[in-house]
């Protein structure tokens, strides 16, 4: 009973005891599809039934109609030990519906197929500098990993059931970009860029087919999906060419009052300091971006792809380069002054660094926890735990890809009822 | 149907087909007193039967208990216009349950008890400096005035259901004030210290008698509490002195994961400057906390009352005094600076500036618009509201008195069926 009181409105709640028939269904696909994603060990037909409290009848419809849309096979079955024929356990499918993450950043174009079970079965990163190409012309590229995706995802038996672009900028509701700084992109349509092109997926019934959204926000969902057991509230920090970040509270992206949250790159750090390529004074990204760290490490005007650069830095670092450990010792710094703010306003106990900042993580971390430890006022008594993230620089695409696999679990219908 | 989804879990909502008799009656209990809540115009019986969904005669007889309870009241019988009697309006109660808002703060002690209907129907402020008190005899104090404001309540009628301390400074679930920096109060258990003390409110089945909560995030509350019609998301400044922030998003409080969200005040303003009384270097509380507004206005050493301090610095302000004016546009920079790496970090678009602050913000405001425009990168097509908060001092206490009233309309059954 409780629970219904977390619902969005007690009034609206009433209006389950007026389900319609058709959403019944909806709804025990959902039941039943959940209860098989949450756990490892497949469980039989009876015991999702003793779990959610439907018939034996209602449990075996509704399994019938998942195996038939490829969201849940069913396992080898156990030897047999005595009379009667084992329960075969039931496993999500992994020839069924698959999400295609996608990602346009500054230097290197992106695209992975992630299927229900959560593993990664295709990736692809292409090398490339977008800052001299168009918009028009950087999707056109992106296209044509899209496409090879898709490929795969056929060629595996898969379908994909919608698909989740990250751009390293903020994103409206429509997709529009509305800046991407590192890109040099302002007010770029993307959907109408894409649109010119055949679908990239297969319209499904209640799945968008494509979702642009800020790469640090998928980023930081990539963490929680290479992480299905670890943290649900953190801050993911992304350390690129610019500096993004993604809050995951409760399991969920915090987007904002317009979804344009995270943008830590510009949290002010010094506010007398450089100017930066947004225009104001001190932002961190000033201080902690790949730029500053190469110019302070001596390799001022060398252009590197981001993770290029990091394992460059690293290499210096390990070789105890002074210049080189001096440059993170004070990007961690920087690092450090901006995450104790947020942790300060937001009291997070877990920051991933991710990104470049990953490969740097065992230079960066004892800077931001010497930071940390000294800003932060309940530092005292709840330490915060920094560490590098899961995944490197697929997070986002690997995180986009997640997303739509799990809107699909959430919303099995959907995918059930697609035409054709 | 969609509503559903947003509840906690799937699997969860399925209990509500086989909701306990009681619990449905609790269900109905908050539905109707909800309707009856959500408007300004009383509806009948029979409107609130249209509107939810229930039977006339379920509506009738869940109507009889909220007025028994005096949770609702029939509003003056409209003039007969034609035959039969008129359909009498429902109002919410302004003789039934209260809520007790209390605050300890550095230089006062408040009490206030807001009635069903959201007004403030008794309110007492008490100048005393706590400082120089140990915890136990400031709580001994505060009782004293909790002791007049429910005696205020009973003279009315009004019955207390709950209420809620406020206090500056760090608490955790169980009503621990583990730091108040401010107030020199440490690891002070203050549920412990009022044990002593005759019960402050009538135990009411499922409604705590008393929760304790970061000033801050009351006066949040109280914001909400005062304007009802406001936006329902943004970041409440108290500038007092200390600094303290309430972030509240879709009209709920933003706790953190542990609770300690909003410590404004330490966020580094410029991490080499001046210390603070936490520690660290540069926080936002050296540029703009009290103390430092009042020594950089060639009032350093002079102790006041914050709301006092505030009135003071007003008064030299509209002189046109250039060190009060230069003071006062320092402070609102550097309030600027870090309320910038809020936005930025956040995306909210609307920021209120209270306690002493809220006096000054004529002078505060353009420093502090001034930053945004500079510093949040989405200031370009997304203004940022900033501006005084409804309620001053008092805001604080009559949010947490607020809180007690939202969660008895929230769940009625608890008032209805408290012993005696």
Do not use: K
């Not at 500098?129 to 950087?138: I, K, N, T, Y």
């Amino acid at each position: 009973m409780a629970v219904l009181w977390h619902c969005q409105g007690v009034t609206d709640t009433r209006t389950a005891g007026a389900v319609r028939q058709g959403s019944l269904r909806e709804l025990n696909l959902a039941v039943v599809l959940r209860r098989i994603a949450a756990t490892d060990r497949p469980p039989s037909r009876a015991e999702i039934a003793a779990d959610t409290g439907l018939t034996r009848a209602t449990v075996s419809a509704v399994v019938d109609d998942l195996i038939a849309g490829r969201l849940v096979t069913e396992a080898d079955p156990a030897p047999r030990t005595g009379a009667g024929r084992p329960a075969r356990g039931l496993l999500l499918g992994d020839t069924g519906p698959a999400g295609l993450g996608l990602e346009v950043n500054v230097d290197y174009l992106a695209a992975c197929v992630v299927d229900l079970t959560g593993a990664v079965r295709h990736h692809e990163v292409r090398r490339v500098d977008l800052r001299p190409l168009s918009p028009a012309d950087a999707l056109t590229d992106l296209v044509a990993l899209a496409r090879r995706a898709r490929t795969a995802a056929d060629d595996a038996g898969l379908g994909l059931a919608g698909a989740a672009l990250a751009v390293p900028g903020l994103v409206d509701a429509r997709g529009l970009v509305r800046l991407a700084p590192n890109l040099g992109w302002r007010d770029v349509d993307v959907p109408a860029l894409l649109a010119g092109h055949p679908a990239l997926t297969d319209p499904v019934d209640g799945v968008p087919p494509l979702v642009v959204e800020n790469e640090a926000n998928l980023a930081a969902l990539g963490e929680l999906h290479a992480r299905p057991g670890g943290p649900q509230s953190f801050l993911h920090v992304s350390g690129e060419i610019g500096i993004g970040a993604g809050i995951v509270l409760d399991g969920a992206l915090f987007r904002g009052s317009r979804g344009w949250s995270g943008e830590l790159g510009h949290v002010p750090v010094d506010p007398g300091g450089p100017t930066c390529r947004c225009g104001a004074r001190g932002c961190l990204e000033t201080y902690a971006g790949q730029e500053a760290v190469l110019a302070a490490a001596g390799l001022a005007g060398v252009d590197l792809p981001a993770d290029t650069a990091a394992r460059r830095l690293a290499d210096l670092a390990c070789s105890g380069d002074p210049a080189a450990l001096d440059a993170l010792h004070a990007a961690g710094t920087a690092l450090g002054v901006a995450v104790s703010g947020v942790v300060n306003l937001l009291d997070l106990d877990t920051v991933v660094l991710g990104g470049g900042y990953a490969t740097l993580a065992q230079w960066l971390c004892p800077p931001v926890l010497a930071e940390l430890d000294a800003r932060v006022l309940t530092s005292g008594w709840s330490p915060v735990t920094v560490r590098p993230a899961a995944l490197g620089a697929e997070s986002a695409a690997v995180g986009g890809a997640g997303a739509v696999v799990r809107r699909i679990i959430a919303r099995p219908s959907g995918w059930l009822s697609r035409p054709g």
